[in-house]
């Protein structure tokens, strides 16, 4: 099982800066996204394909990496964007997913 | 739009058994994989298995491996997941969610798994 190891477990800042989540695996992955969930709601898709934005994401969340290591970056924080954040990986066929313990993004 | 309703969660003794449903609207749900994904309390997200658009493919997670069955109704849009030998574990909101670009682009609310005697 490819393991998915998110850093940093806590994250905490102020509105207006830069957020820089990791997303290191246990060994190469072809396919990686990132997902934003609230309090009481269903994780949200934010970036496929390690560096794509789902449709309606605003710009400011960016995604990056290849092979084991992946970042995801929101350039500048809105208070809407104090969550939790996951990274999410998919296997060829058949498919098996795993997803990261989370980071969790704080004021 | 898109739309993903689950159904069937409560609270079931350990080693009992439930059965949940998604029922979809839409989209094109004959033509996609599914999956159901599950969320302890205060945890993080846990993916439970995968169904290819026909059910000729299925894929499970170790943890549920043997104990849990996934289904589908296309004549329904219907999404199934037959749970058995139910343990305290196992206690967790239970979502579909529809597959897109090796990712997950919608998910139904949730239903709430309990599993405690």
């Known amino acids: 099982e490819i393991v998915l190891t998110q850093s940093p477990a806590t994250l905490s800042l102020s509105p207006g800066e830069r957020a820089t989540l990791s997303c290191r695996a246990s060994?190469?992955?072809?396919?990686l996204a990132w997902y934003q969930q609230k309090s009481g709601q269903a994780p949200r898709l934010l970036i496929h394909g390690a560096s794509n934005r789902a449709a309606g994401i605003p710009a400011r969340f960016s995604g990056s990496g290849s092979g084991t290591d992946f970042t995801l970056t929101i350039s500048s924080l809105e208070p809407e964007d104090f969550a939790v954040y996951y990274c999410q990986q998919r296997t060829n066929w058949p498919p098996e997913i795993t997803f990261g313990q989370g980071t969790r993004l704080e004021i | 739009q898109v739309q993903l309703v689950e159904s069937g969660g409560g609270v079931v003794q350990p080693g009992g058994s439930l059965s949940l449903s998604c029922a979809a609207s839409?989209?094109?749900?004959?033509?996609?994989?599914m999956h159901w994904v599950r969320q302890a309390p205060g945890k993080g997200v846990e993916w439970v298995t995968f169904i290819q658009y026909d059910g000729s493919t299925k894929s499970y997670a170790d943890s549920v491996k043997g104990r849990f069955t996934v289904s589908r109704d296309n004549s329904q849009n219907t999404l199934f997941l037959q749970m058995n030998s139910l343990r305290p574990d196992d206690t967790a909101v239970y979502y579909c969610?529809?597959?897109?670009?090796?990712?997950?682009?919608?998910w139904g609310q949730g239903t709430l798994v309990t599993v405690s005697s």
């Open positions: 969610a529809k597959e897109w670009e090796n990712s997950f682009d919608f």
């Open positions: 839409g989209f094109g749900f004959s033509g996609l994989g």
């Open positions: 060994q190469s992955v072809p396919y």
